[in-house]
Nanobody, 123 residues
Framework: QVQLVESGGGLVQAGASLRLSCAAS????????MAWFRQAPGKEREFVSI???????YYLDSVKGRFTISRDSAKNRIHLQMNNLKPEDTAVYYC?????????????????WGQGTQVTVSS
């Protein structure tokens, strides 16, 4: 089992920055792919970014150039630096981990999920 705990959410104004962190514990492994999803009220869970176990990254088009995912394998953490936040970024952000082949944008591909952290961006 892997436990994931997110932190760093909050209420900010448009244009501000936030850094989300996800701490992994339990049977962690560098073979896991780690990703961020988000879910806004009344909407489906949406892929945001993935850090593949080989170091590659991939982003949702609408966050490219604004969000950066990074992995600290020594500390079993991943981060999501979010700059120039927009009201449409408002959502609960979830950290997730998966082993083996994953379809990065398909939430069902992932095995473990955190409880989420709320990000609210006011206009």
């Amino acid at each position: 089992q892997v436990q994931l705990v997110e932190s760093g959410g909050g209420l900010v104004q448009a244009g501000a920055s936030l850094r989300l962190s996800c701490a992994a514990s339990g049977r962690t492994s560098s073979t896991y792919h780690m990703a961020w999803f988000r879910q806004a009220p009344g909407k489906e869970r949406e892929f945001v970014s993935i850090s593949w176990n080989d170091g590659r990254t991939y982003y949702l088009d609408s966050v490219k150039g604004r969000f950066t995912i990074s992995r600290d394998s020594a500390k079993n953490r991943i981060h999501l630096q979010m700059n120039n936040l927009k009201p449409e970024d408002t959502a609960v952000y979830y950290c997730t981990a998966g082993n083996g082949p994953v379809m990065p944008t398909n939430w069902a591909s992932y095995e473990y999920w955190g409880q989420g952290t709320q990000v609210t961006v006011s206009s």
